[in-house]
């Protein structure tokens, strides 16, 4: 909808009504040395010029984009079904926020009742709340609802998770003093059990397994379930959902709370956001859940309907009670997810995901042939993995560029040591001729 400024009138009519002269009365209480006298803006443009301007940026960003992109690093190409783009632009579904009414929200509280329901199954978990804001935030949440658990005062977090979502962590975590510790990764790229055996002690409130994690690499998630086993630590597990469908689950191996992206799901790149947070534990831990819950119940007619059943911000229960200040749950975007799992089914995610794990590794296995390539960690990947370079990988990434080809991430950028080294992704987007492209590319390096 366009916007439509009010009339000289209108603000008169405001300003006489709350008693003041002006606009600039309205900020009387801001003290003067914090004002800007003006914003150095330049000269307004008419709407038409101004979405001429906006239709000419856009076509100069695309003819400047790369026509491959095998970048990766958290967000990532997927195809998504028709329907999914359809249903969400339904005037019933078209929301961010938590539908408080229950009475005239049946559509979307069904949608989020779904949403919960995918995610315990592609999880192996009991409970999934009705979405958190991304999957940096959801770990974010999952580590400080460990605290509640069980009371620790230090967390560890391997060096393969992304380093985005670490940040995240450590703004969460700074504010209640929570120790951070960092376990490195081994020659396979997977974090080192070892270490975490070495560093788990009675304050860990929780260890952190992304799988796969920012190297793209595989983890011991069944091993780790061992270590962790009658031990007061949480288990908790990052994962991207598309792996889900060829991969056992973390449930299975004992994790107390499952988080993820729930970005590769049907919903688009859209330069960073908005995306979707998933987030499961066990029923026993319900009540130290963050966000809310969508549940199913039946009306004075004994019809099914669906209603809030938790709601854990500090507008619904006791402030001390309340286990996070997430404001929304992210609905259009979880409703987004649950529509593309639907319409592929168990089948359909299954195949995504052997089309994602074949089409890498034969990337892979062919730009190792290349010489002076090689793969730099040994442990099994999932849609990306680490090219090393003889070159430094910026360098490198520049040249690809100019081929027109986005190779992957300079992980230079995030660790000294891999500066020659390139996070490349496969997703089933990626055709064998587009494989052939990428491979010539480096090829003529």
Not at 11 to 22: A, E, N, Q
Not at 90 to 109: C, D, I, K, M, N
Request: proline content about 6%; aromatic content about 6%.
């Amino acid at each position: 909808m366009n916007y439509t400024p009010h009339t000289n009138r209108d603000v008169r009519k405001m300003l006489d009504t709350i008693g003041i002269d002006s606009t600039e009365a309205l900020f009387d209480p801001v003290p003067e040395p914090l004002r800007l006298a003006s914003l150095d803006l330049p000269a307004g443009i008419s709407e038409m010029e101004a979405l001429e301007l906006i239709h000419e940026l856009g076509r100069s960003a695309r003819d400047q984009a790369p026509e491959l992109s095998f970048t990766g690093g958290g967000a990532y190409e997927h195809f998504t079904p028709s329907v999914v783009d359809a249903m969400i632009s339904r005037g019933e579904f078209y929301t961010a926020y938590t539908p408080y009414q229950a009475e005239v929200s049946q559509g979307t509280l069904r949608a989020i009742f779904e949403f919960q329901t995918m995610v315990c199954e592609l999880t192996g978990m009991e409970v999934a709340n009705a979405s958190m804001y991304d999957g940096a935030s959801a770990l974010a949440e999952a580590v400080m609802m460990a605290v509640r658990i069980n009371n620790g005062t230090r967390v560890l977090l391997p060096r393969s998770l992304h380093p985005f979502h670490r940040r995240v962590v450590e703004t969460y975590v700074q504010g209640i003093g929570l120790e951070v510790v960092e376990i490195p990764w081994t020659d396979a790229g997977t974090i080192d059990l070892e270490q975490v055996e070495s560093e788990l002690n009675d304050e860990t409130a929780a260890v952190v397994a992304q799988n796969p994690n920012f190297l793209g690499v595989l983890e011991p998630l069944e091993a780790m379930g061992s270590l962790l086993r009658n031990r007061p630590t949480a288990y908790v597990a990052s994962v991207n959902p598309i792996s889900l469908g060829v991969i056992r689950p973390p449930g299975d191996f004992g994790a107390d709370i499952v988080v993820g992206d729930g970005q590769p799901l049907g919903l688009p790149l859209s330069y960073g956001g908005p995306y979707v947070g998933m987030f499961a534990t066990r029923e026993r831990h319900i009540r130290r859940m963050p966000g809310r819950v969508v549940g199913q119940t039946t009306d004075a007619d004994g019809k099914r309907g669906f209603v809030m059943t938790l709601q854990t911000r500090e507008q619904h229960i006791r402030r001390e009670r309340a286990t996070s200040n997430i404001c929304t749950n992210q609905t259009l975007c979880a409703t987004a997810a649950t529509l593309y799992l639907a319409s592929v089914g168990p089948d359909g995610l299954r195949e995504v995901g052997m089309l994602n794990w074949n089409r890498s590794h034969e990337a892979a296995s062919a730009l190792q042939e290349i010489d002076g390539l090689s793969l730099k960690f040994s442990g099994a990947s999932f849609n990306e993995f680490v090219v090393e370079t003889p070159r430094p990988a910026r360098d490198a990434l520049r040249e690809l560029r100019k081929r027109g080809i986005a190779g992957g991430i300079d992980l230079g950028r995030f660790f000294p040591e891999l500066a020659r080294c390139v996070l490349t992704c496969v997703t089933e987007t990626k055709s064998k001729a587009d494989v052939a492209s990428l491979v010539d590319a480096w090829r003529d390096l």
